[in-house]
Structures are given as C-alpha cells and as structure tokens.
C-alpha cells in the first residue's frame, strides 16, 4: 500500500496558490489514476484505488499546512503504513518554478509542513516530491508569496511540474522511490 500525500491548505481561497501544489498534483494524479477523492476521515479528503497492482491512499490533509503531520500520522497508524510507503508532495523555495526533486530524507527546510511531518511521524526520512515555486522578490513577505497566485509566465512550468510528479507518483506503483529519483531528478 502507497500513502500519497500532496500538502495545502483547505478553502477556496487558498485554491491556486503556490503553498497548495500539492493539493494541486494530488488532484491530477486522482484525475489520472480514476481515483476519486470521496472520504472524510483522519482529518482529511481522500481517496483509494488500485494503480499497477498496488493499493494507493492520494491524500489531502484538511488540518491547514502547518498541522499536516497530524492527518498522515492518524492514517498511517490506522493503516500500519511504514514511513517507506509514504511520499510527500509540496512546495519548495529553494528551487525555480516547475523544477521537481525527489528525495528520501532530509530537514524541513524551513517548510512548516515539512516541520510537522517530521514532528508526528518522529523521522526525518521519508520520501518527498518538492516542487519548486521560486523565492519571493526582494521586500515581498514570504507569507504573501507562498500564499499568493502564480504569476502567468509561471504558470506553464507549474502544470508541467504538477504532470511530472503525478507520473514520478504512477511510478513509484512499479519500482523501487530510488530508482524514481533516479529516473526524474
């Protein structure tokens, strides 16, 4: 069983914006993999369907980012999901808009939500799929940025990286998240 968790925060007004890509690939791997998210459990939205012989969980925590860790410590422990069968998809400033970078471990990189994964589940590796969505210019409130729209031109490179890791997600049904990493970092 696969545990596919893509991090945002719940509400229409947050739609669209860069803190909820994850949200956003979740949505398009559930579009792509006929999964329909239909459940209201663990604090959050999900849905669970069969993707090349393997059951998966895509995932929405409805406890606003900064409590994430809560809703994928609650399924995980219902499920007896091992941290090896968890992947977590969210934004990250440090890369340039639409590049993803899988990793297996690693800090939360100043992520709050990054932060409460790493607190709930009591281990810093884990497997991720970071977007990236870039820096704020200069004088601009990180808050402001990460909770704002993308900027047009940004757009184009958002939704490619959005497929990109949806496809890095249907692959890592098949083999082993090494190899995935290999395959799209």
């Known amino acids: 069983?696969?545990?596919?968790v893509g991090l945002g925060n719940p509400g229409g007004k947050y739609d669209g914006t860069r803190h909820n890509v994850g949200f956003?690939?979740?949505d398009y791997c559930a579009n792509m993999l006929d999964i329909e998210l239909n459940q209201l459990k663990f604090k959050s939205i999900f849905g669970?369907?069969?993707?090349?012989?393997?059951?998966?969980?895509?995932?929405k925590p409805l406890?606003?980012?900064?409590?994430?860790?809560?809703?994928?410590?609650?399924?995980?422990?219902?499920?007896k999901l091992s941290v090896e069968d968890l992947v977590v998809i969210y934004d990250d400033?440090?890369?340039?808009?639409?590049?993803?970078?899988?990793?297996?471990?690693?800090s939360a990189g100043g992520h709050n939500g990054i932060k409460s994964i790493i607190q709930h589940l009591g281990t810093k590796e884990f497997n991720r799929i970071r977007i990236g969505i870039n820096r704020p210019d200069p004088g601009e409130a990180v808050v402001d940025y990460v909770l704002g729209h993308y900027k047009p031109?940004?757009?184009p490179a958002m939704e490619a990286a959005v497929k990109l890791a949806a496809e890095a997600v249907e692959?890592?049904?098949e083999v082993p998240f090494l190899q995935v990493m290999n395959r799209y970092n």
Request: glycine share 8%.
């Open 48 to 59: 669970t369907g069969i993707v090349n012989g393997e059951k998966v969980i895509l995932l």
């Open 1 to 4: 069983m696969k545990l596919i």
């Open 93 to 106: 400033m440090d890369l340039p808009p639409g590049k993803i970078r899988l990793r297996q471990k690693g």
């Open 171 to 173: 692959a890592w049904t």
């Open 63 to 79: 406890t606003y980012m900064n409590l994430s860790g809560e809703a994928i410590r609650m399924i995980s422990d219902y499920y």
């Open 24 to 26: 956003d690939c979740i």
């Open 153 to 155: 031109d940004e757009r």
